[in-house]
């Protein structure tokens, strides 16, 4: 017994050692500037980075002890995260949990939990940002807050559906279904999870249990075999920050704002418009990479194994890089890019708008769902307006091509493929740095100014797609054809 308690106050020692290093003040200001960067930022990579001493500590230390000692480390230390971060901001997240709770246990596995959820949930996110606005990008406690909301809401939408017939639900439906009544100490654990807190990402908390339970490993009864696969994403994260650090100080959406950008010819405006569009994403790219080598290392990313026998661990993949940086369509970089976010809208909102009979509708209500998570700008309405109609002419573009015989042999003419190619990332960057345009500068009277600039492009372009391609359609495909098509 002695033993085993001087065992467990050295690994408390050692992980306040790992703490303390984490948060020390190392002229973080001093040190920020001297990057291009903030304060705030900075703290937020040193942060994300801290999870692999954690995770670290985690393998070694907690992996297959009781639950409630892993629940509270990840509470304790999602806390300090928090603190760390944001200070005594840490309120709005802890005050979010602990009401969900009571929610869960008052209200029961009811449609009405749902509801209050959803409402309460988005009430809070969409009050913080709207009294901590400001007209540019500030690290606050609403950037990680919006990741727990959705935790939150997915978390009662699981616990109604655990109380529901299983034959009622559909088979994606009954692997997410909580059976069991969580208590206060797993849903803080789940929320406060130190490799997903601030910038995710998504995961259920069935998946959370099998973690704390020592189930997510490819070596039953030891731990994980997963530093490999962990290093590597953290590597490849660490190639995608350098790159943006060094290329964020000459590309910026600052330039987009002065007069010198808007003196260039039209042709110089829109190649630097591809080219940050392109960079700009850099940054999330990276932090998600991080982040998924984080959970990787602890056991969350732990997928199963392949029919070869090989483990997978890509359960908290928020990144396809090779399809990011290779698919030349816009519906591959929305596969590839924020996957598990995608995946939650998919799962809690667009499957559930199922009755609307409407899949496009749906979409729709997806997207406006998402531009109003991210925030209250005008600048993300504008962007999910114009992935919703990017998205909608592409698919009439690629229908067309593949329904016209005339246009399928032009696209199938092997010597012209890598000019095709090359067409179709041109277009493919160039709108997705007109969509993030909006995004990016937030408010209506920034954005304005940049798609004056390039004289609306982007919406000119796909809206007249939209309206010509049905005529071109009549055009160019066979009546057999298009008869074929509707049987």
């Given at each position: 017994m002695a033993s085993a308690a001087e065992g467990d106050v050295g690994?408390?020692?050692e992980l306040a050692t790992v703490l303390r290093w984490g948060f020390q003040d190392l002229s973080l200001n001093k040190l920020a500037t001297s990057l291009g960067a903030s304060e705030q930022a900075l703290r937020l990579i040193i942060s994300i980075f801290l999870g692999y001493p954690l995770?670290?500590?985690?393998r070694?230390?907690?992996?297959?002890?009781?639950?409630?000692?892993?629940?509270?480390?990840?509470?304790?230390?999602?806390?300090?995260?928090?603190?760390?971060n944001f200070g005594n901001q840490l309120y709005h997240s802890l005050l979010c949990v602990v009401l969900q709770f009571l929610i869960l246990r008052l209200m029961g596995r009811t449609i009405t939990a749902v509801l209050t959820t959803f409402c309460f949930q988005m009430?809070?996110?969409?009050?913080?940002?709207?009294?901590?606005?400001?007209?540019?990008?500030?690290?606050?406690w609403t950037m990680p807050h919006c990741v727990l909301t959705l935790k939150l809401i997915g978390l009662a939408i699981d616990y109604y559906d655990g109380g529901k017939d299983q034959k009622s639900l559909s088979s994606e439906q009954q692997k997410y279904a909580i059976r069991h009544v969580p208590s206060l100490l797993e849903v803080a654990g789940f929320s406060y999870f130190y490799g997903a807190f601030l910038v995710g990402p998504q995961f259920s908390v069935n998946h959370y249990m099998k973690l704390v339970q020592g189930q997510l490993t490819d070596l039953p009864g030891k731990i994980p075999n997963s530093t490999i696969p962990a290093l590597r994403r953290l590597s490849l994260g660490l190639i995608y920050l350098v790159g943006y650090t060094l290329l964020s100080q000459y590309i910026t959406e600052d330039y987009l704002l002065t007069d010198d950008y808007e003196n260039h010819s039209f042709w110089f405006r829109c190649l630097y418009m591809l080219v940050w569009g392109k960079v700009v994403l850099y940054k999330y790219v990276a932090c998600w990479l991080v982040t998924e080598g984080v959970c990787i290392l602890t056991g969350l990313g732990f997928h199963g194994l392949d029919e070869l026998g090989r483990a997978k661990w890509d359960t908290c993949a928020n990144m396809k890089v090779w399809l990011f940086e290779t698919d030349p369509r816009f519906t591959g970089t929305i596969a590839s890019f924020n996957i598990n976010t995608n995946a939650w809208v998919a799962r809690y909102f667009f499957k559930r708008l199922k009755f609307l009979g409407n899949k496009q509708l749906s979409q729709g209500l997806s997207l406006l769902f998402l531009s109003l998570w991210h925030g209250l700008h005008s600048g993300y309405l504008v962007c999910f307006q114009m992935e919703f109609l990017i998205v909608i002419v592409e698919r009439q573009a690629a229908s067309l091509i593949q329904d016209s015989p005339a246009l399928s042999s032009l696209a199938s003419v092997r010597?012209?493929?890598?000019?095709?190619?090359?067409?179709?990332?041109?277009?493919?960057?160039?709108?997705?740095?007109?969509?993030?345009?909006?995004f990016c500068l937030f408010t209506w009277d920034k954005w304005l100014k940049v798609y004056k600039s390039v004289y609306f492009l982007g919406h000119v372009f796909f809206l007249s797609l939209l309206f010509i391609l049905p005529y071109v359609r009549k055009a160019m495909v066979p009546r057999k054809e298009k008869l074929k098509k509707m049987e």
């Open positions: 690994a408390v020692a995770a670290l500590f985690y070694h230390y907690l992996f297959y002890k009781d639950s409630y000692l892993i629940h509270l480390f990840h509470t304790f230390t999602g806390l300090s995260i928090a603190y760390y009430a809070y996110l969409l009050a913080g940002y709207y009294y901590t606005a400001t007209g540019n990008y500030d690290i606050k010597v012209l493929q890598p000019l095709y190619y090359l067409a179709q990332q041109t277009i493919h960057w160039l709108f997705m740095g007109y969509s993030m345009t909006a």
